[in-house]
T-cell receptor, first 114, second 114 residues
Framework: EPEVTQTPSHQVTQMGQEVILRCVPI?????FYWYRQILGQKVEFLVS????????KSEIFDDQFSVERPDGSNFTLKIRSTKLEDSAMYFC????????????FGPGTRLTVL | AQKVTQAQTEISVVEKEDVTLDCVYE???????LFWYKQPPSGELVFLIR??????QNEISGRYSWNFQKSTSSFNFTITASQVVDSAVYFC???????????FGEGTQLTVNP
């Protein structure tokens, strides 16, 4: 069964460094998302992406964040200058079509900022 | 604004007991979708069910059942004859027509003891 994949599974970085989190959505899906989950807390929406542009973003998704679909298969989240509070699990999700379609999540990337 | 409330932070049961996880939501949208996701200790988010606001029929899938009551804005999840493998955090989520984001509840940590 097709699934969303994410790399790396765990990323450790120093405060102020740039990180890129990578996702490969399910191949026939058209809508892509990033969420984050700070340890022990609920899952929070960051951004949605469709037709090569951002559809919606939350207040968390400020100028230090950016997303890109550099080719036909990858979807990336870049954090330009990481802060301690960016430490969280980052989930990528994809949906086949239509805004209300089921979002299928990847296994997550645990980001630790030291 | 959308909100999902899962008032039960933690539930602990003994194997074979039935357990119900509560979910109450708030939205101004007349059309919306409700979801349940399971997050086992390994950390991934596993899709369980999606319901739209026009379909109030209860659903059963094996040991899982869902009770959607629009009048009380609730979408409760029951596991019958619980098993140790059911131990996980369960999230209820809402997707309204205004935007494409999932709004998650705080999650309920279910522990099933042998």
């Amino acid at each position: 069964e097709p699934e969303v994949t994410q790399t790396p599974s765990h990323q450790v970085t120093q405060m102020g460094q740039e990180v890129i989190l990578r996702c490969v959505p399910i191949s026939n899906h058209l809508y892509f998302y990033w969420y984050r989950q700070i340890l022990g807390q609920k899952v929070e929406f960051l951004v949605s992406f469709y037709n090569n542009e951002i559809s919606e973003k939350s207040e968390i998704f400020d100028d230090q964040f950016s997303v890109e679909r550099p080719d036909g298969s990858n979807f990336t989240l870049k954090i330009r200058s990481t802060k301690l509070e960016d430490s969280a699990m980052y989930f990528c999700a994809s949906a086949r079509g239509g805004q209300k379609d089921t979002q299928y999540f990847g296994p997550g990337t645990r980001l630790t900022v030291l | 604004a959308q909100k999902v409330t899962q008032a039960q932070t933690e539930i602990s049961v003994v194997e074979k007991e039935d357990v119900t996880l509560d979910c109450v939501y708030e939205t101004r949208d007349t059309t919306y979708y409700l979801f349940w996701y399971k997050q086992p200790p390994s950390g991934e988010l596993v899709f369980l069910i999606r319901r739209n606001s026009f379909d109030e029929q209860n659903e059963i899938s094996g040991r899982y059942s869902w009770n959607f009551q629009k009048s009380t804005s609730s979408f409760n999840f029951t596991i019958t004859a619980s098993q140790v493998v059911d131990s996980a955090v369960y999230f209820c989520a809402l997707d309204g027509t205004s935007g494409s984001r999932l709004t998650f509840g705080e999650g309920t940590q279910l522990t099933v003891n042998p």
